[in-house]
């Protein structure tokens, strides 16, 4: 008899120790699975280019670029339901640019450099959209448009440093030394 009440409290003890499953875990789920974003503070602050600052420098005919341009502008409007798709065709978009002919005049390596940090904020932005991290996305789109910014203010300043003669400021025209015939800190 006591067999048979061991049994009974043994095979009541394995049924009892179950896990239950809680519907937390789906509700907990179900809030992960939507992205929430904030509207980006520089968002509201993007930089534009004057209509005279664009004929004057071309901008219109650096396709690459206005498209670029074009992209950004439109993913400060966005919509959370499709980031992950409008981020991913903006990287496109950016590799395109960095990959095709600049004009003469922004052909230089600090423009070419801050296209390039602008790639890696969208590659962070397309990381923390797809793997639904709201808070850190809020944080890589706002950084995003900051550096979007800077590089528009840099354009915007090449096109200045461009303009300068150095004839105005009456100064020579300057040494130029070419480092590979006589390197800077050689003592020939």
């Not at 890696?120 to 789109?141: P, R, V």
Request: with cysteine; proline share 4%; net charge positive.
């Amino acid at each position: 008899m006591t067999r048979y009440f061991y049994l009974v409290l043994t095979i009541i003890c394995l049924f009892s120790c179950k896990e239950k499953k809680s519907d937390n875990n789906k509700v907990f789920d179900k809030t992960m699975d939507q992205l929430t974003i904030d509207t980006p503070d520089y968002a509201a602050k993007l930089t534009k280019f004057t209509p005279e600052f664009i004929d004057e420098n071309k901008i219109n005919q650096w396709i690459q670029f206005k498209k670029f341009k074009d992209a950004m502008e439109d993913m400060s409007q966005l919509n959370p339901a499709g980031i992950v798709t409008f981020i991913s065709e903006l990287y496109k978009i950016s590799s395109s640019l960095l990959k095709s002919p600049f004009p003469k005049q922004f052909d230089k390596l600090p423009i070419y450099s801050r296209i390039k940090v602008v790639q890696t904020q969208i590659i962070k932005c397309h990381f923390y959209a797809a793997n639904k991290q709201n808070e850190k996305l809020n944080q890589s789109l706002d950084k995003l448009y900051l550096e979007y910014n800077i590089l528009l203010k840099r354009i915007i300043s090449m096109a200045e440093e461009n303009n300068i003669q150095l004839d105005s400021l009456r100064l020579e025209q300057p040494n130029l030394q070419d480092s590979k015939m006589k390197p800077a800190f050689s003592r020939k």
